[in-house]
């Protein structure tokens, strides 16, 4: 009988038991079979605590990056990732960017809930739905926080309501924006929450028929920016400046470029966002969409030169992260990566990445405008290779 993928149950077994139904559909090896079962640092009944259908961890490298000075404060930072030459670049860039370091400042953690109206929406039915908005608001944001009472003891809560038309491919659409500030969260779920909550209210408010109820991840209201100054004496003297000042240019007027300038940022951003338990895919989506919202996908650094010479690179994006709640609190190591930060707010933590951020951007262009980013890179890709 052919190996077949519907099971019945899968989800109610043991991880045992799942793992001997996927040894014998894949037809693992006892070797292969025992590295499923093998505990690290995150226990599998906890792991089976976090997704569905666990047959296992996966295990990623861990490293520290040194020397970052971040608002005066002196910080090691974990972060994990397969990527060899990413951890170097950061602690290298960190070191050069000393004894200033880098200034970062992150807006208050408010989060987009967009709640999605359908209906005939003539010109006189919007202005109509607008001015009922309106006069309800206190309405719509008194019942949105009643779904949290921690929130709200916290200084939390839905804050204001914002109204938006779009034009679609199925006609005229009625946006609400529902502005929670989610304090120490992350915010999905407290947002999700009171959007599903309002529908029914913002449907008799409206006229219309709600459809979507939803956290957005452009976050732009919930941005973090970061500045450091590079002394051209110790990065390579005034060509060096102006190479990094090109290559950005270069990646802020193309997007083929800027696509890839972008992702040598987040390789920073994300091995740090991974280790503390962030969601690194929101992280991601929210970055890019911003890198676009001027009409075209630009850089999310700027860089120039100050009137002594010396190189200045700032960056900003919209940053949802939380301290609380989430894998940050399920997962072990995030824990302790968290505490090695030594931080207090997720404030804090999105101006630690914003940092982390510009950083790997200032190694890379400075790799690429002077040796080339092989040199540095394949060393330490050639290492990982020799081990195998």
């Known amino acids: 009988m052919s190996a077949t993928s519907q099971i019945s149950g899968f989800y109610k077994l043991p991880i045992g038991e799942r793992i001997k139904i996927l040894r014998d559909f894949a037809e693992l090896t006892d070797d292969e079979t025992a ?5 690290g640092s995150l226990p599998l009944a906890t792991a089976d605590t976090m997704i569905e259908n666990v ?14 000075l971040i608002n005066g404060k002196e910080l090691l930072i974990p972060m994990c990732t397969e990527e060899p030459s990413v951890i170097a670049a950061a602690s290298n860039a960190a070191k050069m960017a000393r004894p200033s370091g880098f200034s970062a400042k992150a807006d208050k953690p408010l989060m987009i809930g967009q709640i999605q109206i359908i209906g005939k929406w003539t010109p006189k039915a919007i202005s109509a739905a607008k001015s009922a908005v309106a006069k309800n608001k206190k309405k719509i944001l008194a019942l949105a926080n009643s779904t949290d009472a921690k929130l709200i003891e916290l200084d939390g809560g839905a804050k ?12 005229k659409m009625v946006i609400l924006h529902l502005i929670v500030d989610v304090r120490d969260a992350m915010g999905a779920n407290a947002v999700n929450t009171m959007c599903e909550k ?4 913002v449907e008799e408010i409206t006229g219309g028929k709600v459809r979507l109820r939803i956290l957005s991840n452009l976050a732009d209201k919930r941005r973090v920016r970061a500045k450091a100054i590079f002394n051209k004496d110790e990065i390579g003297g005034s060509d060096v400046v102006e190479g ?13 470029r800027a ?45 120039r030169k100050d009137k002594k010479g010396n190189l200045v690179g700032e960056i900003e994006l919209p940053m949802a992260v939380g301290i609380v ?3 940050v609190k399920a997962h072990p190591t ?21 940092s982390v951020g510009l950083a790997q951007n200032f190694a890379a262009l400075r790799a690429l405008a002077t040796e080339g980013i092989q040199k540095g890179h394949m060393k330490l890709h050639k290492r990982k290779e020799e081990t195998k």
């Not at 047959?55 to 970052?68: D, E, K, R, V």
């Not at 990094?244 to 083929?256: G, K, M, Q, R, T």
Request: glycine fraction near 10%.
């Open 35 to 39: 590295l499923l079962s093998k505990e």
């Open 55 to 68: 047959i296992g961890t996966h295990a990623l490298p861990l490293g520290i990056a040194t020397n970052f």
């Open 334 to 354: 995030a824990r302790v990566c968290t505490k090695i930060l030594g931080i207090k707010s997720a404030g804090e933590l999105a101006e630690i990445l914003a």
């Open 160 to 171: 204001d309501v914002e109204f938006r038309t779009i034009s679609t491919a199925v006609g």
């Open 325 to 327: 709640g989430g894998a």
């Open 198 to 201: 309002v529908a029914p209210l």
């Open 244 to 256: 990094i000042i090109e290559a950005w240019a270069f990646a802020d007027a193309d997007p083929y």
């Open 259 to 303: 696509a890839t300038h972008n992702k040598g940022i987040m390789n920073g951003i994300d091995a740090a966002a991974i280790a503390c338990g962030q969601d690194w895919r929101a992280i991601e989506a929210g970055t890019h969409a911003y890198a676009a919202h001027s009409g075209k996908y630009r850089s999310l650094t700027q860089w």
